[in-house]
């Protein structure tokens, strides 16, 4: 019974990686609070580098629909749309924001065997 239950729970655990695309969002100033507008959609968390820069956050995908997410600032609020599909998370490009998806495959790679 205990081997069913891992197996269960190990492929409960692949299912959920795979179900949204995540980001990183980098911004070129320091960014005081974020939050996103609607949390049933979208979750943002800061994320604190070794020297505090307080320049990054992670944006973690709950389910499709459209957002905003607000980087409070020192000098202005900055306003970001998100658009989520099942494939794709879309963020309207913004001057000194940067995205990158947290689990972007380029290319597959071919296993390489060894011993044969």
Avoid at 38 to 54: G, M
Wanted: proline share 4%; net charge negative.
């Amino acid at each position: 019974m205990k081997k069913i239950i891992l197996i269960f729970s190990i492929f409960l655990i692949s299912l959920q990686a795979y179900g949204f695309e995540d980001c990183i969002i980098l911004s070129d100033v320091k960014i005081n609070s974020v939050y996103s507008k609607d949390e049933n959609i979208a979750v943002v968390k800061p994320f604190f580098t070794i020297d505090n820069s307080k320049e990054t956050i992670i944006l973690k995908v709950k389910s499709e629909g459209n957002t905003k997410i607000i980087l409070e600032t020192d000098n202005n609020d900055i306003e970001i749309d998100v658009n989520i599909t099942d494939e794709t998370t879309n963020l309207t490009p913004i001057e000194g924001i940067t995205f990158f998806p947290i689990d972007f495959v380029s290319e597959p790679k071919k296993p390489i065997l060894r011993g044969k």
